[in-house]
């Protein structure tokens, strides 16, 4: 079968490239569910099962949709080397706009999501609302059950929000079902710091974890693969956490204004030392207790602002605020209250 749907632009252009750095995040390489599949974490970036003197295959990924969250992975696929070139990308988007903006990057455009099937790419990324999974499946399962239907993708990953296996399953034809991968990313991915989970059906291929391990690992440094039923608490930690972490930030320049400094000056601070702290954990693999003890001197300044913050029950509100966001991806996914309680114990 021909590898070339019906493009609707052929142009060619240069896209951006980003560094990343992998320091110091081996700690968590094997950090995910001893419950789920095998594949535990993100490989490196452009490894996958390949060897050094067998490199990884390039990948042809198509998208049905191209919003911002697209974007960042078409970004990072493309200055990872995961994919070839801009040929190897497919996208389409009901929105004028966004097909213009792709094509102009030389993004292969096609007209339909259809057509995304007919280019045989190695895997298909569902990158819409929510709402509209279910159109983008029923266009899919008319290729995949019609005549001379194309080679099954080895992965087909969502990134809706809050849709599950079942729900995504309910719309594809039964044979394509182990292949699917439900993945929550968050927004670092937009500058290739993601923190992402996925999960996938009993009997899932591990080509199909491969694949999603390369995508998202070229747009973040972990790529963990969990039990379904931990997807609701991953949006709790790291799907909503960078909107936390952004409102202590913001304490903590506001702290800094109203002990006299600059605002400029407080923030550039606050911000520089969130990063190094966080990157503290990384590096030295220790325990955050055992960190925080480093700073604190016994009758100190630290340990008067810990005794501030103790005070003020900031560990107890930050756990409410995951519990909180945990129960409300749960009722987003139409769980009742007796199911959240039942399962989560929420």
């Given at each position: 079968?021909?590898?070339n ?16 750095t ?10 995910s569910s001893?419950?789920a ?21 390039t ?9 911002m969250?697209?974007t ?16 190897d ?10 097909r ?18 007919l280019?045989q790419?190695d895997?298909?990324?569902i ?20 005549p001379?239907p ?13 849709v599950?296996?079942g ?9 394509v ?12 991915a ?7 989970a ?7 291929p ?8 390369r995508?998202?690992?070229s747009?973040g440094?972990i ?34 204004v109203?002990?006299?400094l600059p ?13 190094g ?8 693999g ?17 340990i008067?602002?810990?005794?501030a913050?103790?005070?003020?029950g ?15 991806s ?6 009742s209250?007796?199911?959240i ?5 929420l």
């Amino acid at each position: 079968m021909n590898r070339n749907p019906s493009i609707m632009n052929h142009d060619r252009t240069d896209t951006f490239t980003k560094k990343k750095t992998k320091k110091g995040i081996s700690m968590f390489r094997n950090a995910s569910s001893k419950n789920a599949p095998a594949a535990s974490a993100a490989p490196t970036p452009n490894v996958s099962s390949a060897t050094a003197d067998q490199p990884a295959k390039t990948l042809r990924i198509a998208f049905a949709g191209s919003g911002m969250m697209a974007t960042a992975m078409i970004d990072g696929l493309l200055s990872s080397g995961a994919v070839s070139g801009p040929s190897d990308i497919f996208t389409y988007d009901s929105w004028i706009e966004a097909r213009r903006k792709m094509s102009e990057r030389g993004i292969m455009v096609v007209k339909g999501n259809r057509d995304l099937l007919l280019a045989q790419p190695d895997a298909i990324v569902i990158a819409v609302k929510p709402a509209g999974v279910a159109s983008v499946c029923q266009d899919l399962t008319s290729v995949l059950t019609g005549p001379n239907p194309p080679p099954i993708p080895q992965a087909i990953l969502s990134i809706a929000a809050g849709v599950t296996l079942g729900v995504i399953s309910s719309h594809l034809p039964d044979h394509v079902h182990p292949r699917i991968v439900r993945v929550m990313p968050n927004t670092p991915a937009l500058i290739g710091m993601g923190a992402s989970a996925y999960c996938t059906p009993e009997g899932s291929p591990q080509s199909s974890c491969d694949v999603a391990n390369r995508i998202l690992s070229s747009v973040g440094e972990i790529a963990l693969h969990l039990p379904e039923h931990n997807m609701d608490a991953v949006t709790g930690v790291s799907g909503s956490g960078p909107a936390y972490v952004y409102a202590f930030i913001e304490a903590l320049s506001d702290g800094g204004v109203r002990a006299g400094l600059p605002r400029q000056a407080a923030t550039a601070l606050a911000v520089q030392t969130v990063r190094g702290s966080a990157e503290m954990v990384l590096r030295t693999g220790k325990h955050t207790g055992e960190l925080k003890e480093m700073v604190t001197s016994p009758g100190g300044t630290t340990i008067a602002g810990v005794h501030a913050l103790e005070q003020g029950g900031l560990r107890g509100t930050m756990m409410d605020a995951v519990v909180a966001t945990t129960r409300r991806s749960m009722q987003l996914g139409g769980k009742s209250e007796e199911e959240i309680r039942d399962k989560c114990g929420l």
